[in-house]
């Protein structure tokens, strides 16, 4: 039972470009999703993430959109640089959960120079 | 400040063969987590340590035991490694604000059981 789905495992985007990573979740209970970016050989870095209270969370070139009606969240890189090439995994808690973190199975991200 | 450190990076076991796989933080964080990525999989949690001295089952505990030796350190056990535990071993710590889910990670134990 996959409750964070992340359904494109690649996507490659012209480097300049927008890069769009989405996420979809089936636990009504998450409250709070986080996207991680993930190097070869390194282990995740947190990035970005957004409470449920909020639509919309900014950080530079990236930005995290949420609609909670849809069960889906997306990750917005602009504009993509080739150093933005890993994979990103995004992740869900809520806080009747014991504070755990619910993976999705990430997406590779390529950038074309 | 190191963050999280996991020993050792490698390891090559043979079916049946034990070892601990160690996890050390230097954030002063309460809880600790260690997780699996598998290929296709995404991370999986093994086990998670909400404070000294606890420890509970996470979502794939099954071959493992687990230790939180003091605030700073949680090591995994595997007592008989199955090739089903050839893996990359994620150890990560959470702040302790209340409002912050944010995990922090260690780079990894690549895992081979042969």
């Known amino acids: 039972d996959q409750q964070v789905k992340q359904n494109s495992p690649s996507l490659s985007v012209q480097e300049g470009r927008i890069s769009i990573l989405n996420c979809d979740y089936t636990n009504s209970m998450f409250d709070y999703f986080l996207w991680y970016k993930k190097y070869p050989a390194e282990g995740p870095t947190f990035l970005i993430s957004?409470?449920?209270?909020?639509d919309k969370n900014e950080d530079g070139r990236f930005t995290v959109f949420l609609n909670k009606s849809a069960k889906h969240l997306s990750l917005h890189i602009v504009p993509s640089q080739p150093g933005d090439s890993a994979v990103y995994f995004c992740a869900a808690s809520s806080r009747f959960g014991n504070e755990k973190l619910t993976f999705g199975t990430g997406t590779r991200l390529t950038i074309i120079p | 400040n190191a963050g999280v450190t996991q020993t050792p990076k490698f390891q090559v076991l043979k079916t049946g063969q034990s070892m601990t796989l160690q996890c050390a933080q230097d954030m002063n964080h309460n809880s600790m987590y260690w997780y699996r990525q598998d290929p296709g999989m995404g991370l999986r949690l093994i086990y998670y340590?909400?404070?000294?001295?606890?420890?509970d089952k996470g979502e794939v505990p099954n071959g493992y035991n687990v230790s939180r030796l003091n605030k700073r350190e949680f090591s995994l056990r595997l007592e008989s490694a199955a090739p089903s535990q050839t893996s990359v071993y994620f150890c990560a710590s959470r702040t302790d604000w209340l409002y912050s889910y944010e995990q922090y990670f260690g780079p990894g134990t690549r895992l081979t059981v042969t």
């Open positions: 340590s909400a404070s000294e001295g606890t420890t």
């Open positions: 957004i409470s449920s209270i909020k």
